[in-house]
């Protein structure tokens, strides 16, 4: 069993950066793909990024590359969402979703834990 807490969240305006945390209970955190999703207001829950439980892979949605960077502390069984350059189109409720399968991708069914979600609200 894991538990995801994600402390942080916030209100920015656009064009400025936010980063994420997600802290993960539970010894077998370094064998779990890690990924956030998203979902504003009146829309689906949208896939955003994933990484390897080694970090040497990540996939992104193409709404953030070059934008938003992933990356994991297995030590500190925490994973990093670095978000810059947000857009008022990236404000959503954020969440950490962990994964059992060797698996980076954007299917929902496919992560087994999730966090109960952090608010972003980006300005214009």
């Known amino acids: 069993q894991v538990q995801l807490v994600e402390p942080g969240g916030g209100l920015v305006q656009a064009g400025g950066s936010l980063r994420l945390s997600c802290a993960a209970s539970?010894?077998?955190?370094?064998?779990?793909?890690m990924a956030w999703f998203r979902q504003a207001p009146g829309k689906e829950r949208e896939f955003v990024l994933a990484?390897?439980?080694?970090?040497?892979?990540?996939y992104y949605a193409d709404s953030v590359k070059g934008r938003f960077t992933i990356s994991r502390d297995n030590a500190k069984n925490t994973v990093f969402l670095q978000m810059n350059s947000l857009k008022p189109e990236d404000t959503a409720v954020y969440y950490c979703?962990?994964?059992?399968?060797?698996?980076?991708?954007?299917?929902?069914?496919?992560?087994?834990?999730w966090g109960q979600g952090t608010q972003v609200t980006v300005s214009s």
């Open positions: 990484i390897s439980w080694t970090g040497g892979s990540a």
């Open positions: 979703a962990a994964s059992q399968r060797d698996y980076q991708g954007p299917g929902l069914e496919k992560y087994d834990y």
């Open positions: 539970g010894r077998t955190f370094s064998s779990y793909t």
